[in-house]
């Protein structure tokens, strides 16, 4: 059946429930899961002279990124953990959540995706988009959708 899971994940609630539903079906399927989180580079804190973190030096910078992305894929790993199973984890910085978790899922080989949906709906869902529309329209990697 499936033998690489791939569990994109945002830390929030809905994503957890997602990694924690990966988790138990990776473990029950014998397959590897692979915890990817996908950065922005627009969230990211930017250098700019004169301002706050200009004076950290662009290393602090990127070190303060790396170590928010650790605490978040570590939580991930908790949930795994706390479900029986173990993961590898990953993170990338793309302007498109949907596509760097198409690129990631076809360069790992993973044959599942596994994420959640937010569920907005009406106005906010057409105005905010959703990655995982987006992903399922643009994606042949077979995905389920956890509420």
Do not use: W
Request: aromatic fraction near 2%; proline fraction near 3%.
């Amino acid at each position: 059946m499936f033998k690489h899971i791939l569990a994109p994940t945002d830390g929030s609630g809905f994503s957890n429930k997602a990694v924690a539903t990966a988790a138990r079906l990776a473990q029950s399927l014998r397959a590897k899961l692979l915890l990817l989180h996908v950065r922005s580079p627009l969230e990211s804190p930017h250098h700019v002279e004169g301002g706050a973190l200009s004076n950290l030096g662009g290393k602090a910078v990127m070190q303060e990124i790396e170590d928010e992305e650790r605490a978040l894929l570590d939580a991930a790993l908790e949930i795994v953990a706390s479900e029986g199973g173990k993961a590898e984890t990953a993170f990338v910085a793309g302007y498109s959540p949907s596509e760097a978790i198409i690129r990631i899922a076809g360069e790992q080989h993973c044959d599942l995706i596994v994420m959640a949906s937010h569920g907005r709906r009406g106005i906010s869902g057409l105005l905010m988009g959703s990655e995982t529309q987006k992903l399922l329209t643009h994606t042949t990697i077979p995905v389920l959708i956890v509420r």
